[in-house]
């Protein structure tokens, strides 16, 4: 059976997630089959809206097929990761940018690959069990897939946050930072989807107040300190609050990559400034594409999913880590590296 499942269902273009056992990860083929899909429903008629949603309970998709990558990168393979993420990020695209609706419903985890299918949708449902993240800086990349737009567009320097610390998010907190639209309950999942298929409309699609945001009470906090000019400035604000929230804060933050950390802090507010999908695509295949080789992706990988010792040996600290180095990473690529034109 295929890890994803396409077909067409009454009015609707199907795309399910069939890998619930890996919790969904992306892989590269899973990744073109969904940009085959919209491809060919993208003038069909018969389909007025696609549909995106996922088997088992435990995850929408909780990222992409990361051990393969590092296994191919450590043997010093590149080239399988950045055609990966160059054909993923063509897809997260033709999402953000697809003529007909796009409806996603995701529960369990969201996190990195998931983000950038579900969360470029038209319309973004999330439920009890939805846990979203872009958590990429702890194992030495960037929150891409676009997640920099997204994260760009959040209320205040709640973007900053959510991308430097990688931030768990429940479904108020993930509605309150614009990642997704409607909250309802999972038991009604089912009913909706049909109505769906049935109608082909997403005009009726309603939902239920969530509970309240917990980062709530947080956001002036968060905007204080990271409004700062750079990653270094952000510590020291979160430093000298001394509130039991930025001593959280901090510690999340010294366990992730500073380099990666830096770069992500540029990334958004790039976006920020760019506001379209294929500038911010266009912006972090810069870094993932020289992460493998340049960066410090195989010793967060490493610590993480292969030898889980959660010690990762990042090569600087916050305090010391060489601008020079990050404006390295983010250089352009040139055409012949690039996913299009930048």
């Known amino acids: ?9 009454g009015r609707a273009g199907r795309i399910t997630f069939a890998r ?6 992306l892989s590269h083929p899973m990744a073109l089959a969904i940009e085959a899909a919209l491809d060919a429903w993208r003038h069909d008629s018969a389909v007025a809206l696609v549909l995106i949603d996922a088997e088992g309970e435990r995850a929408f998709c909780a990222g992409g097929d990361i051990a393969a990558m590092y ?3 450590k ?9 990966f993420w160059r054909d993923e990020y063509r897809m997260n695209a033709k999402i953000a940018e697809y003529p007909k609706p796009v409806v996603a419903f995701m529960q369990g985890f969201v996190m990195g690959g998931g983000v950038g299918v579900g969360g470029h949708a038209r319309l973004r449902i999330v439920g009890e069990t939805t846990q979203m993240a872009m958590p990429e800086s702890g194992i030495g990349l960037i929150p891409d897939v676009g997640g920099s737009l997204l994260l760009s567009r959040a209320p205040g320097r709640l973007g900053e946050y959510l991308g430097l610390t990688g931030a768990r998010m429940r ?3 993930a509605i309150l930072a614009g990642f997704a639209d409607i909250f309802l309950p999972e038991e009604g999942w089912e009913e909706m989807k049909a109505q769906l298929v049935a109608s082909g409309e997403i005009g009726a699609l309603a939902g239920q107040n969530p509970p309240e945001a917990p980062l709530v009470p947080h956001l002036p906090e968060i905007d204080a300190a990271f409004a700062a000019a750079n990653l270094a400035g952000i510590t020291s604000r979160l430093a000298a609050s001394g509130s039991a929230f930025a001593h959280e804060t901090l510690k999340t933050m010294a366990r992730n990559s500073p380099l990666s950390m830096a770069a992500t802090l540029e990334l958004v507010r790039r976006a920020r400034a760019a506001g379209t999908i294929r500038a911010a695509l266009a912006q972090e ?10 960066g410090e992706f195989l010793e967060g990988v490493r610590a993480q999913l292969i030898d889980k010792d959660r010690n990762p040996r ?10 020079a180095e990050v404006d390295a990473m983010l250089e352009p690529l040139g055409p012949a590296a690039a996913i299009w034109e930048e």
Not at 1 to 9: F, H, K, L, Q, Y
Not at 20 to 25: D, E
Not at 285 to 294: L, S
Not at 314 to 323: M, N
């Open 1 to 9: 059976m295929s890890d994803i499942v396409t077909r067409i269902e």
């Open 20 to 25: 619930p056992a890996a919790l969904n990860a």
């Open 71 to 73: 296994h191919a990168c």
């Open 75 to 83: 043997a010093g393979e590149f080239a399988t990761s950045r055609a």
């Open 171 to 173: 479904a108020a907190d």
């Open 285 to 294: 295949y810069r870094f993932t594409w020289r992460a493998p080789e340049k």
């Open 314 to 323: 990042w090569r600087h600290l916050i305090a010391t880590l060489p601008q």
